[in-house]
């Protein structure tokens, strides 16, 4: 018998972000940064609160509905430990 872990972050990667990507509804920036926000395992309100927002503006970049401001795209960087380009969808190397 074969146990699967499916955590939140690779059922977002195997099933639900390829079908994003392919009908052209989320950003780039908006997926990597949901990834990468789980990764770290953070939830929506504990990452607006290290970023000085409300959890309603982490929920709108996640879904691609509005972006972040420079500065604030510094803190996230910071904050997740990872590189800027790959955050902007630039490279594919985290």
């Known amino acids: ?4 872990n499916l955590t939140a ?4 990667k195997q099933a639900i972000y390829p079908a994003c990507r392919y009908y052209g509804f989320m950003s780039e920036f908006a997926i990597r940064l949901k ?3 789980l ?11 290290k970023l ?3 959890q309603n503006t982490v929920s709108s ?3 691609g509905v509005h972006e972040p ?3 604030i795209i510094k803190q996230i960087v910071l904050l997740l430990k ?5 955050l902007l969808g630039i490279t594919n190397t985290p």
């Open 69 to 71: 401001p420079i500065d």
């Open 82 to 86: 990872c590189n800027a380009d790959y």
């Open 61 to 63: 970049w996640e879904r």
């Open 9 to 12: 972050a690779s059922l977002l």
């Open 39 to 49: 990764e770290n395992r953070f939830s929506q309100d504990e990452f607006a609160k």
């Open 1 to 4: 018998m074969q146990i699967i």
């Open 35 to 37: 990834e990468l926000r």
């Open 52 to 54: 000085n927002v409300k």
